[in-house]
């Protein structure tokens, strides 16, 4: 665990460089939560070692045989008319080599109604993107810690725009068999744009997160903490809806105090019964919760909730996220044994 953490406090201080958050980089659906799993416990979860093929795709370190021709297609309704999903696969060459993981992002703007200058219809154009990953793991000889890495290829077209990248994700996990336990450390859209839009060059939403993650010994309970976007501190900013104006009117910008701060990298999550045919995940994302948090209401924002059931080789999971009392998602995902 030393060296993991290590790892995290020196990349932390090369915040202001690397740092990057939404509306402030490219390729913005590369953070967009993979699978229902993973958003029913509150998204970006990377301590998952087992049967679900798509965790591969933010956590490559947690490719494993058990993964061995699995396939996992997963939709996701998402706000305001956009449409995404992801898919993935793997398959295990032999026990000396381990296991391949191939993954595909993609999103779908829908279509919009263009107009120049002038207010003169040029005809409707849409907007998609997507991302091709290979992914590969192995286990340190003799010793509890995987290892792991994705290469991205990535394309996008906005209107008569198109741009081309490139990334790679790199992933550890600590496993303790005994106690349950797992820690991950993921690092995530470290790369480049090959082609640009129009001339300028866009940074990626390079991303830190550190999941740890235990089973109950006496109750069927998995519970999961992730800390995301640890490249970045602060990660919070004022909020000016919630400035505030004294009768004489003097504003007083909000403040985010080191507490808000914390939270607003964390994410926990429950997995009921995470090993029979059927269960129940629960999540809850600070951050989500805060930044959409409306005054003197009550709409549950972060919150997520989700199901999974096991059919003989079928797998079927959905998963509803809570944004605002106007907007939330559904994803659903299937997953089929091919062996």
């Given at each position: 665990?030393?060296?993991?953490?290590?790892?995290i406090?020196?990349?932390?201080?090369?915040?202001?460089?690397?740092?990057?958050?939404?509306?402030?980089?490219?390729?913005?659906?590369?953070?967009l939560?993979?699978?229902?799993?993973?958003?029913?416990l509150?998204?970006?979860t990377?301590?998952?070692?087992?049967?679900?093929?798509t965790?591969?795709?933010?956590?490559?370190?947690?490719?494993?045989?058990?993964?061995?021709?699995?396939?996992?297609?997963?939709?996701?309704?998402?706000?305001?008319?956009?449409?995404?999903?992801?898919?993935?696969?793997?398959?295990?060459?032999?026990?000396?080599?381990?296991?391949?993981?191939?993954?595909?992002n993609?999103?779908?703007?829908?279509?919009?109604?263009?107009?120049?200058?002038?207010?003169?219809?040029?005809?409707?154009?849409?907007?998609?993107?997507?991302?091709?990953?290979?992914?590969?793991?192995?286990?340190?000889?003799?010793?509890?810690?995987?290892?792991?890495?994705?290469?991205?290829l990535?394309t996008?077209?906005?209107?008569?725009?198109?741009?081309?990248?490139?990334?790679?994700?790199?992933?550890?996990?600590?496993?303790?068999?005994?106690?349950?336990?797992?820690?991950?450390?993921?690092?995530?859209?470290?790369?480049?744009?090959?082609?640009?839009?129009?001339?300028?060059?866009?940074?990626?939403?390079?991303?830190?997160?550190?999941?740890?993650?235990?089973?109950?010994?006496?109750?069927?309970?998995?519970?999961?903490?992730?800390?995301?976007?640890?490249?970045r501190?602060?990660?919070?900013?004022?909020?000016?809806?919630?400035?505030?104006?004294?009768?004489?009117?003097?504003?007083?910008?909000?403040?985010?105090?080191?507490?808000?701060?914390?939270?607003?990298?964390?994410?926990?999550?429950?997995?009921?019964?995470?090993?029979?045919?059927?269960?129940?995940?629960?999540?809850?994302?600070?951050?989500?919760a805060?930044?959409?948090?409306?005054e003197?209401?009550?709409?549950?924002?972060?919150?997520?909730?989700?199901?999974?059931?096991?059919?003989?080789?079928?797998?079927?999971?959905?998963?509803?996220?809570?944004?605002?009392?106007a907007?939330?998602?559904?994803?659903?995902?299937?997953?089929?044994?091919?062996?």
């Amino acid at each position: 665990m030393i060296k993991p953490i290590a790892a995290i406090a020196v990349l932390c201080s090369f915040g202001s460089i690397f740092g990057q958050i939404g509306g402030e980089s490219t390729y913005q659906f590369l953070n967009l939560i993979s699978s229902p799993r993973q958003a029913a416990l509150g998204g970006k979860t990377i301590t998952n070692y087992d049967y679900d093929v798509t965790d591969g795709i933010y956590n490559p370190a947690s490719i494993n045989e058990d993964m061995d021709n699995q396939l996992a297609l997963n939709y996701s309704s998402y706000l305001g008319g956009i449409s995404y999903g992801t898919a993935a696969y793997a398959y295990t060459w032999d026990r000396r080599v381990q296991t391949f993981h191939i993954g595909v992002n993609y999103i779908n703007y829908g279509s919009f109604d263009g107009y120049d200058l002038n207010g003169v219809s040029t005809g409707s154009f849409s907007g998609s993107e997507v991302a091709l990953s290979l992914g590969y793991a192995y286990n340190i000889p003799f010793s509890d810690f995987y290892i792991g890495a994705n290469l991205k290829l990535i394309t996008s077209q906005l209107e008569i725009y198109n741009s081309v990248g490139g990334a790679v994700d790199f992933g550890a996990m600590y496993i303790n068999e005994r106690l349950d336990f797992r820690a991950a450390l993921s690092i995530r859209n470290f790369g480049s744009q090959f082609k640009t839009y129009a001339g300028l060059n866009e940074p990626l939403p390079f991303e830190v997160i550190l999941g740890l993650s235990q089973s109950l010994e006496n109750v069927p309970i998995r519970w999961h903490l992730t800390f995301e976007n640890l490249q970045r501190w602060p990660l919070a900013s004022s909020n000016p809806a919630r400035t505030e104006t004294d009768l004489d009117g003097n504003q007083t910008p909000e403040k985010v105090g080191f507490i808000n701060e914390l939270m607003r990298h964390t994410i926990i999550g429950a997995e009921l019964f995470p090993e029979r045919g059927f269960n129940i995940r629960l999540g809850y994302s600070f951050r989500r919760a805060e930044e959409l948090r409306i005054e003197d209401q009550r709409n549950f924002s972060g919150l997520s909730f989700g199901v999974g059931i096991k059919m003989n080789k079928l797998r079927f999971s959905y998963t509803h996220a809570r944004y605002t009392s106007a907007a939330n998602s559904s994803f659903f995902g299937l997953q089929i044994d091919l062996r």
